[in-house]
C-alpha cells in the first residue's frame, strides 16, 4: 500500500512551490485533486488544480458521503474525495494531500498510517509578505488567510513532521527526506523481512 502523506501549510507558506518541486522530483508520488468552490485563478484548470464545482455539487458530493474529508477554508468549501484516493491507490502511487488543519484531522482520524508534515513560515512577517506579494487576493481575503494562519500554527505540533520554509530548496530537500525515511519503515515493508525468511527456510 502506498504513502499517504497529509501537507498542511498557512496560506503563503510557499507551500505551492515546494510541493510543485518535490512532486517533480519524485514520480512516485501523486497529488490529490481536490474539489473546490472557490473560483478558478488565472491559468488555473478544471481538473488539474482542483475540480472547480458549484455549491450545489458541492452539498450533493457531501449527502452522497463521496468524500474522505472535506472542510470550510477562507470561506469557501474544499473536499477530498474518496474516489480520488480510490484512483490513486488503485495506480500504486504514494498520494500527498495539500489540505487544511481541519481536512488533515479527518484524514488522520480515518487513515492513522497516514504521515503528517505541516510547512511553516520562517517569520509572520515572511508570511504576510508572500501573501501580499502573490497580489491574487482582495485585502479581505488577506486578513482571513492571516487569522487562519495563526489558527492553523496553534495546531502544528499536532503533526508528525515540521518543516520551516526559509530557503526553499532546503525546505523540499527536508520533505523528500521525510518521504524517504517513511518508505523504509519497518512496519509498511514487512514483506521484505517474511520473503527473505521464506528464502532461508528453502535453503
Ligand atoms: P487555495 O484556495 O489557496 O488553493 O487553498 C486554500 C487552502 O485550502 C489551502 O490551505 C489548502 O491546503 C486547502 N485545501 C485545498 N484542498 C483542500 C481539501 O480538499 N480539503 C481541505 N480540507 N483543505 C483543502
Known amino acids: 500500500m502506498g504513502l499517504l502523506i497529509v501537507m498542511t ?11 510543485k518541486a ?6 512516485r508520488l501523486a497529488l ?11 491559468g488555473e484548470r478544471d481538473g488539474v488544480e482542483y475540480h472547480f464545482v458549484d455549491d450545489a455539487t458541492f452539498d450533493q458530493m457531501v449527502a452522497d ?7 470550510g477554508v477562507h470561506a469557501k ?35 492513522p498510517e497516514a504521515v503528517s508534515v505541516f510547512i511553516l513560515p520562517p517569520t509572520m512577517a ?17 486578513q482571513i488567510r492571516l487569522q487562519n494562519a495563526r489558527a492553523e500554527i496553534a495546531r502544528a505540533d ?13 525546505a523540499v530537500d527536508d520533505f523528500l527526506a521525510v518521504i524517504h525515511a517513511e ?5 509498511r515493508i514487512r514483506s521484505i523481512t517474511v520473503r527473505l525468511l521464506e528464502e532461508g527456510r528453502q535453503a
Open 126 to 142: 515572511a508570511l504576510e509578505e508572500r501573501l501580499r506579494g502573490r497580489k491574487t487576493e482582495s485585502e479581505e481575503q488577506v
Open 77 to 111: 468549501r474544499y473536499g477530498t474525495s474518496k474516489a480520488e484516493i480510490a484512483r490513486l491507490r488503485g495506480a500504486g502511487r504514494d498520494i500527498v494531500f495539500d489540505i487544511d488543519v481541519q481536512g488533515a484531522a479527518q484524514l488522520r482520524a480515518s487513515y
Open 22 to 27: 518535490v512532486m517533480a522530483q519524485d514520480a
Open 183 to 187: 518508505r523504509r519503515r519497518g512496519t
Open 32 to 42: 490529490s485533486v481536490s474539489h473546490t468552490t472557490r473560483p478558478p485563478r488565472p
Open 158 to 170: 499536532t503533526y508528525d513532521y515540521l518543516i520551516v520554509n526559509d530557503a526553499v530548496d532546503e
Open 65 to 71: 458521503d463521496a468524500f474522505a474529508e472535506h472542510a
Open 9 to 19: 501549510g498557512p496560506s503563503g507558506s510557499g507551500k505551492s512551490t515546494i510541493l
